[in-house]
Nanobody
Framework: QVQLQESGPGLVKPSQTLSLTCTVSGGSITTHNDYWIWIRQPPGKGLEWMGAIAYSGSTYYSPSLKSRTSISRDTSKNQFTLQLRSVTPEDTAVYYC?????????????????????WGQGTQVTVSS
């Protein structure tokens, strides 16, 4: 069974970079057709897809966040990471890493939760000075 665990600071100051790591066990981040995803949920709001890194290393980003977001991976550690630059209090959210098998989540009409087969437990990140 695939398990995902988010880690990183729970508090980030405005203008700084939010950095989170997702550690994957029970499966390889290089397995064919697996996509490794970051999703967030601000308080009182819905899930927001942020971006993903594919098994091949290709990256994909939400247009609204692309200018501030970087996703990378360390295959030797079976980890992938999120960096969100220039954060503001509106970036306060629970951040989830997740997996999808296949690229269907990239479709414009896709509902992200319907495409995820494994979720991390989520980690609260607060942006505040």
């Amino acid at each position: 069974q695939v398990q995902l665990q988010e880690s990183g600071p729970g508090l980030v100051k405005p203008s700084q970079t939010l950095s989170l790591t997702c550690t994957v066990s029970g499966g390889s981040i290089t397995t064919h057709n697996d996509y490794w995803i970051w999703i967030r949920q601000p308080p009182g709001k819905g899930l927001e897809w942020m971006g993903a890194i594919a098994y091949s290393g290709s990256t994909y980003y939400s247009p609204s966040l692309k200018s501030r977001t970087s996703i990378s991976r360390d295959t030797s550690k079976n980890q992938f990471t999120l960096q969100l630059r220039s954060v503001t209090p509106e970036d306060t959210a629970v951040y989830y890493c997740a997996r999808a098998h296949g690229p269907e989540f990239l479709a414009h009409s896709a509902r992200i939760a319907d495409e995820i087969d494994y979720w991390g437990q989520g980690t609260q990140v607060t942006v505040s000075s």
